[in-house]
């Protein structure tokens, strides 16, 4: 068991840029989330998906798309890389959203723009 | 709407003393309150969580929190602290299915010889 795999770890990109971070999941789970990470601010969330074929925007989507097309994967997708992107990303998955359910995370993807 | 405030973006403590992570939170709702643990260069993982069973919530590795209604509350104490507890650690809140993890801005714990 795996758990959550996320791809890259890490990436350096220029301005302007596109790139796509990668994330699996084999616990069979229904919701999905992408989280940024900055210093002081906790986790943020950018994108969730609630099952396959769906996805839904949370606290900061702006500049980020994401795709949800088989149940296990969950992408992020940056079309124009900016400065203020520069964080460290995670994903994470759950059975269900809210309540006590437990979200487990991703080793996270470390990323640069300059 | 619901939110968490995390006192002290930095706590040092020696080995073997008290650890005391404080955390407030506001909900709208009754709150499901979690304290997730990030070592470093790693993803977060579950330390503890109330789900209204008790209000002394035990979790892994020696840590335990109380959930304080009339305060708001939801601190996270160890009696002894280790080396191996340096790391940040991040409340947070969620309220009914549906409703999204709210995390505070997490606390790095430093623990010296």
């Known amino acids: 068991n795996a758990g959550v795999t996320q791809t890259p770890k890490f990436r350096v990109l220029k301005t302007g840029q596109s790139m796509t971070l990668l994330c699996a999941q084999d616990?069979?789970?229904?919701?999905m989330y992408w989280y940024r990470q900055d210093p002081g601010m906790g986790l943020r969330l950018i994108h969730y998906s609630v099952g396959e074929g769906t996805t839904a925007k949370g606290e900061v989507p702006d500049g980020y798309n994401v795709s949800r097309l088989k149940k296990q994967n969950f992408l992020l997708g940056l079309e124009s890389a900016a400065p203020s992107q520069t964080s460290v990303y995670f994903c994470?998955?759950?059975?269900?959203?809210?309540?006590?359910?437990?979200?487990?995370f991703g080793p996270g993807t470390r990323l640069t723009v300059l | 709407a619901q939110s968490v405030t995390q006192l002290g973006s930095h706590v040092s403590v020696s080995e073997g003393a008290l650890v005391l992570l404080r955390c407030n939170y506001s909900?709208?709702?009754?709150?499901?309150l979690f304290w997730y643990v990030q070592y470093p260069n790693q993803g977060l993982q579950l330390l503890l969580k109330y789900t209204s069973a008790a209000t002394l919530v035990k979790g892994i590795n020696g840590f335990e929190a109380e959930f304080k209604k009339s305060e708001t509350s939801f601190h996270l104490t160890k009696p002894s602290a280790h080396m191996s507890d340096a790391a940040e650690y991040f409340c947070a809140v969620s309220g009914d299915a549906g409703n999204m993890l709210t995390f505070g801005g997490g606390t790095r714990l430093m623990v010296k010889p």
């Open positions: 909900s709208s709702v009754p709150p499901y």
């Open positions: 994470a998955s759950s059975p269900r959203t809210g309540g006590a359910d437990t979200q487990y």
């Open positions: 616990m069979n789970h229904e919701y």
